[in-house]
């Protein structure tokens, strides 16, 4: 699978868009991306994914670059509830997903 | 629709017992994940299984093992365990398993170990 990268950390202000980026430079054609998250001591949540169109659902919204080197994970309106560590995954074929680091978004009221 | 379901949610053994965890998948999804998640490693794979068969494998040592029964729902087993075995222990569902379908996790199992 693709490496990603990621910062480390973020903050956000409530209310506002949080915009969190990703490259994936090396990710192949049949690679999809993936954004999970992660709220302390529990398992992590499934966001959004899409292989190369943008994609938006009930929680979080999806822009890939048209190279698909890179994509940013947009969360529209920021919650206090919505801190987390985010994680973005290149899954290929191989039936298993690779975490990085991820982010640390930090929203503050 | 319920999610996938862990059991138990808290664990202590101590050196050198066994354990043996178990995960209900969603309904209808036939494809389970283990992850370990540990401070200093972070989320690592550790297996996948599909109508009873073990597809892939992480890089984990025998004393890690698994099994997926008819219905879905898997177990995975640790032999001989050691300290650096405490750690949250992740079961993931998807329909297939394949790179287009989410995996959706429960919310592990925390294995301490004395």
């Known amino acids: 699978d693709a490496k990603t990268t990621q910062p480390p950390s973020m903050d956000c202000a409530e209310g506002r868009a949080a915009n969190l980026p990703c490259n994936h430079s090396t990710i192949s054609g049949n690679e999809y991306v993936y954004w999970y998250r992660q709220i302390h001591s529990q398992g992590p949540q499934y966001i959004i994914h899409?292989?190369?169109n943008n994609e938006t659902n009930e929680m979080a919204s999806l822009i890939i670059t048209e190279d698909r080197k890179s994509s940013t994970l947009i969360l529209p309106h920021a919650t206090l509830r919505d801190t987390a560590v985010y994680y973005c995954i290149v899954s290929g074929s191989n039936y298993k997903l690779t975490f990085g680091k991820g982010t640390l978004l930090t929203v503050n009221p | 629709k319920a999610g996938v379901t862990q059991t138990p949610r808290y664990l202590i053994k101590t050196r050198g017992q066994q354990v043996t965890l178990s995960c209900s998948p969603i309904s209808g999804h036939r494809s389970v994940s283990w992850y370990q998640q540990t401070p200093g490693q972070g989320l690592q794979f550790l297996f996948e299984y599909f109508s009873e068969t073990q597809r892939n494998k992480g890089n984990f040592p025998g004393r890690f093992s698994g099994r997926q029964f008819s219905n879905s729902r898997s177990e995975m087993n640790v032999s001989t365990l050691e300290l650096g075995d405490s750690a949250l222990y992740l079961c993931?569902?998807?329909?297939?398993?394949?790179?287009?379908?989410?995996?959706?996790f429960g919310d592990g199992t925390r294995l301490s170990i004395l």
């Open positions: 993931a569902s998807s329909l297939d398993g394949h790179s287009n379908q989410p995996q959706h």
């Open positions: 899409g292989l190369k």
